[in-house]
């Protein structure tokens, strides 16, 4: 597995150090607004444990699963809800916590679909951003990393449901997904 990455783009603890500065922030942002915290999975489950972790005010969380990968490293620009909610977000202050923004094509869905189910305010905490492939223009309000154009697994991430449980995030060796 660690023979399919090419670069280690950010270590275990840089990530921790990361999350632990996003939750601070998103603790005192949303002090006495209970929070409705969402993981989008698959890709944001680590990142979504490790986070409500050092997250220090009242929350409650829910889990969302979309797909546009499959076993590519282009979107299909069609998401998919596999998943979806099971408490209601209507006047909810909702986060939403995704692993990467990408083309953007999963975030904008999923705001567009959390907005018209009434949510009271919609924000995004991102642990990466790969900026160079947006084809929607948006942002995370929290965001952790900016990473180069290159398709990136583990911490969550995968290429073809493998990579998840590298608990390092590194750039994939093109030679694994060129053939
Ligand atoms: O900005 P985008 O181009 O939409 O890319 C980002 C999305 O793609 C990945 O999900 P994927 O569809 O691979 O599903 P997964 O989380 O189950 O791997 C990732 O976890 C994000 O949700
Ligand atoms: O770089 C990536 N790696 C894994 N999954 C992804 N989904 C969008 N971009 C990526
Ligand atoms: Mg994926």
């Known amino acids: 597995m660690q023979n399919d990455v090419q670069e280690v783009l950010y270590s275990e603890q840089q990530i921790q150090d990361k999350v632990k500065e996003m939750g601070e922030l998103i603790s005192r942002d949303f002090e006495g607004r209970n929070p409705l915290v969402i993981c989008v999975l698959k890709g944001a489950f680590i990142f979504m444990a490790d986070l409500v972790k050092q997250i220090t005010i009242p929350l409650e969380i829910d889990f969302m699963a979309v797909s546009s990968y499959g076993a590519s490293t282009k979107s299909s620009g069609v998401v998919?809800?596999?998943?979806?909610?099971?408490?209601?977000?209507?006047?909810?202050?909702v986060i939403i916590v995704e692993d990467i923004i990408d083309s953007g094509l999963t975030l904008s869905y999923l705001i567009d679909v959390l907005e018209r189910?009434?949510?009271?305010?919609?924000?995004?905490?991102?642990?990466?951003?790969?900026?160079?492939?947006r084809t929607v223009d948006l942002d995370a309000d929290y965001k952790g990393y900016v990473i180069p154009d290159a398709f990136v697994v583990g911490y969550g991430l995968d290429y073809g449901e493998k990579y998840r449980n590298l608990p390092y995030v590194g750039i994939l060796k093109p030679e694994v997904y060129s053939h």
């Open 80 to 93: 998919k809800i596999i998943k979806d909610l099971d408490i209601s977000v209507e006047g909810r202050h």
């Open 117 to 133: 189910r009434n949510a009271k305010s919609i924000t995004v905490a991102a642990l990466f951003d790969k900026p160079a492939r």
